[in-house]
């Protein structure tokens, strides 16, 4: 018959527990009368998890690339169904839960997440510090960043279909996998469920693979890599507007926000400072959204795609050239001022800074918008490649 579902389990050093993930997925095709395989997904086990696999009626795929996601990727490869659902290999999540998630997929859900605090968390089964803290705090910022309204994104069992998981081209080797599916899924705006499911401790007899901290990190970063506008120009804009408020604002002299506190010159170098740093901040957000596009990192493309239309090397060295030429000149007028002084005290240093700022970034945006044509945002080339693909 057929294969309807592929139940895939990553594995390394399972022994103790793999034949009660194998045996409880087989007994729930049997009672709900689905037509499904199991794949093992080895990713180089010493002990003897690859006999307990094959013993107990699971298809092995042997990984030899080390990490999680590389597993979960070969074991995806080798399946057979249209559905697809995973799950972790230490007998925390029931996989007689497998009909559950494929009864859902069925209604048309692209992906279904297993939701671990509405289902259930056994006393032991998750360190308080992931339950409290650092499983709600990634959910909370993944949904904030990325808008996929769901509970618990780093639910290790999940199921999706074999379309969806085609579409997605997910590319994480490590656990970042779990999170990349979820934020490129949330960014093409699959249709998510969740069902709830209870999460059991382990029955794997040795320390868990994941570390807290580092782990937590990754994820944030993951994250933050994925989300140019919140890693770049966010913060970008915020230090440009309030660099170029107190160059502005102090232009005309010292300002005094209290009887004892003066504001002056030095404080309009760091509004030229800050000002120059927003800039380039927001240029390397540019290349950033650029190289996520061409990659297809982000799939929300459209809005990019009409600033692309529209941007050209050309209008970017206009740009840039304006600002150049304006504050070449107004150092220019203040170099005649100070030369028709006889070359004495310079007392324009209000002046050279705001009209050399200029001049600087002039320079930034003409040799940026050289780089972000090399990344290859020309008109022609760019956008009709990447819609052929």
Same mark, same amino acid.
């Given at each position: 018959?057929?294969?309807?579902?592929?139940?895939?389990?990553?594995?390394?050093?399972?022994?103790?527990?793999?034949?009660?993930?194998?045996?409880?997925? $087989?007994?729930?095709?049997?009672?709900?009368?689905?037509?499904?395989?199991?794949?093992?997904?080895?990713?180089?086990?010493?002990?003897?998890?690859?006999?307990?696999?094959?013993?107990?009626?699971?298809?092995?795929?042997?990984?030899?690339?080390?990490?999680?996601?590389?597993?979960?990727?070969?074991?995806?490869?080798?399946? $057979?169904?249209?559905?697809?659902?995973?799950?972790?290999?230490?007998?925390?999540?029931?996989?007689?839960?497998?009909?559950?998630?494929?009864? $859902?997929?069925?209604?048309?859900?692209?992906?279904?997440?297993?939701?671990?605090?509405?289902?259930?968390?056994?006393?032991?089964?998750?360190?308080?510090?992931?339950?409290?803290?650092?499983?709600?705090?990634?959910? &909370?910022?993944?949904?904030?960043?990325?808008?996929?309204?769901?509970?618990?994104?780093?639910?290790?069992?999940?199921?999706?279909?074999?379309?969806?998981?085609?579409?997605?081209?997910?590319?994480?080797?490590?656990?970042?996998?779990?999170?990349?599916?979820?934020?490129?899924?949330?960014?093409?705006?699959?249709?998510?469920?969740?069902?709830?499911?209870?999460?059991?401790?382990?029955?794997?007899?040795?320390?868990?693979?994941?570390?807290?901290?580092?782990?937590?990190?990754?994820?944030?970063?993951?994250?933050?890599?994925?989300?140019?506008?919140?890693?770049?120009?966010?913060?970008? &804009?915020?230090?440009?507007?309030?660099?170029?408020?107190?160059?502005?604002?102090?232009?005309?002299?010292?300002?005094?926000?209290?009887?004892?506190?003066?504001?002056?010159?030095?404080?309009?170098?760091?509004?030229?400072?800050?000002?120059?740093?927003?800039?380039?901040?927001?240029?390397?957000?540019?290349?950033?959204?650029?190289?996520?596009?061409?990659?297809?990192?982000?799939?929300?493309?459209?809005?990019?795609?009409?600033?692309?239309?529209?941007?050209?090397?050309?209008?970017?060295?206009?740009?840039?050239?304006?600002?150049?030429?304006?504050?070449?000149?107004?150092?220019?007028?203040?170099?005649?001022?100070?030369?028709?002084?006889?070359?004495?005290?310079?007392?324009?240093?209000?002046?050279?800074?705001?009209?050399?700022?200029?001049?600087?970034?002039?320079?930034?945006?003409?040799?940026?918008?050289?780089?972000?044509?090399?990344?290859?945002?020309?008109?022609?080339?760019?956008?009709?490649?990447?819609?052929?693909?």
């Amino acid at each position: 018959m057929p294969v309807e579902v592929s139940v895939v389990i990553p594995c390394l050093n399972e022994a103790n527990s793999l034949a009660f993930c194998v045996d409880k997925a $087989r007994a729930a095709f049997r009672a709900s009368g689905l037509s499904g395989e199991v794949i093992v997904a080895d990713n180089g086990s010493t002990d003897a998890s690859t006999q307990v696999a094959e013993e107990h009626g699971a298809r092995l795929v042997r990984v030899p690339e080390r990490g999680y996601g590389a597993a979960l990727q070969a074991g995806i490869a080798a399946a $057979r169904g249209p559905f697809i659902v995973m799950g972790d290999a230490d007998d925390s999540y029931d996989f007689t839960d497998v009909p559950r998630f494929v009864e $859902r997929l069925r209604e048309g859900y692209e992906i279904v997440m297993g939701n671990r605090f509405q289902g259930g968390i056994k006393p032991g089964a998750m360190p308080l510090l992931h339950k409290y803290f650092g499983n709600p705090g990634l959910t &909370a910022l993944l949904n904030f960043m990325f808008h996929a309204r769901i509970g618990d994104s780093y639910c290790g069992m999940r199921g999706f279909t074999r379309d969806l998981y085609d579409r997605l081209d997910v590319r994480s080797t490590g656990m970042e996998f779990a999170l990349e599916m979820i934020i490129k899924a949330a960014q093409i705006g699959a249709r998510i469920s969740e069902i709830p499911i209870i999460l059991w401790p382990d029955k794997r007899g040795r320390p868990p693979h994941l570390r807290s901290f580092r782990d937590g990190w990754r994820s944030l970063r993951f994250m933050l890599m994925y989300a140019p506008n919140w890693l770049f120009f966010f913060p970008g &804009a915020a230090l440009l507007t309030f660099g170029l408020f107190l160059v502005l604002w102090l232009l005309p002299g010292p300002r005094g926000i209290s009887p004892r506190v003066i504001l002056d010159i030095h404080t309009m170098i760091f509004g030229v400072i800050f000002t120059l740093l927003g800039a380039q901040i927001l240029s390397i957000g540019a290349f950033a959204k650029v190289f996520c596009y061409a990659e297809r990192f982000d799939r929300r493309s459209v809005s990019l795609n009409r600033i692309l239309r529209r941007v050209t090397l050309e209008s970017g060295l206009l740009l840039g050239g304006i600002l150049f030429l304006g504050g070449f000149a107004g150092c220019a007028w203040v170099a005649w001022k100070w030369a028709a002084g006889g070359f004495g005290p310079l007392h324009e240093v209000r002046q050279v800074l705001f009209w050399s700022m200029w001049l600087f970034l002039g320079l930034q945006a003409i040799f940026s918008s050289f780089f972000l044509s090399m990344l290859g945002i020309s008109r022609g080339t760019f956008i009709g490649d990447y819609e052929k693909r």
